[in-house]
């Protein structure tokens, strides 16, 4: 099982509107509605976004929203802020092997 | 509120085995059913490891089947990696994590292990 793939960067300035893709297969992504998202700061914990595409934790702004299409997941941040500034990944179960995250993506706020 | 804490030792020889323990505490840890174990390689993304339910069934990655154990000693609040014949390659923080309705919910703070002799 590879690696969901997700773009390597995304960039904004404050205030604006991003999306980070997570590409999967019909096993994983395209077939359950179990994708979560964590954002990851240099030395901590990561921390959970997102789970079941859409719903957010407790605590998590609504500037944070989540999707699929068919094999795709997105999680869009509006508003940038600096704190937004983190690794993203996405994860998702599969009928394969279980578990898979994503390959990672860096957001930078300019 | 439920943490968790890794631990085990820092360095590892190559071909030996890597063995990390995760002590839960905290209130709910009752509530704690799946325990995972994830890492990420320097400069690299997340991985996951594999999981272990507190009845002892357990789930891998393909790409550790063959060399990783997980158990849960639930009378000490624990949950152990053992990973056998490790090489360079598996220089990483590893991290322990609780997992409820397909999602990661809670995380430790991670563990550096370094493999070399």
């Known amino acids: 099982q590879s690696a969901l793939t997700q773009p390597a960067s995304v960039s904004g300035s404050p205030g604006q509107s991003i999306t980070i893709s997570c590409a999967g297969t019909?096993?994983?992504?395209?077939?359950?509605?179990?994708v979560s998202w964590y954002q990851h700061h240099p030395d901590k914990a990561p921390r959970l976004m997102m789970y079941g595409v859409s719903n957010r934790p407790s605590g998590i702004s609504n500037r944070f929203s989540g999707s699929k299409s068919g094999n795709t997941a997105s999680l869009t941040i509006s508003g940038l802020l600096a704190e937004d500034e983190a690794d993203y990944y996405c994860y998702s179960y599969t009928s394969t092997t279980a578990y898979v995250f994503g390959t990672g993506t860096k957001v930078t706020v300019l | 509120q439920v943490h968790l804490l890794e631990s085990g030792p820092g360095l590892t020889k190559p071909s030996g085995t890597l063995s990390l323990t995760c002590t839960v505490s905290g209130d709910s840890t009752g509530n704690v059913h799946w325990w995972n174990w994830v890492r990420q390689p320097p400069g690299k993304g997340l991985e996951w490891i594999g999981e272990?339910?507190?009845?002892?069934?357990?789930n891998y990655s393909p790409s550790f089947k063959s060399r990783v154990t997980m158990s849960v000693d639930m009378s000490k609040n624990q949950m152990s990696l053992s990973l056998r014949s490790v090489t360079a390659a598996d220089t990483a923080v590893y991290y322990c994590a609780t997992s409820v309705s397909y999602r990661i919910d809670l995380w430790g703070r991670g563990t550096l292990v370094i493999v070399s002799s």
């Open positions: 019909s096993s994983d992504i395209g077939g359950y509605n179990y």
């Open positions: 272990v339910h507190h009845s002892g069934t357990s």
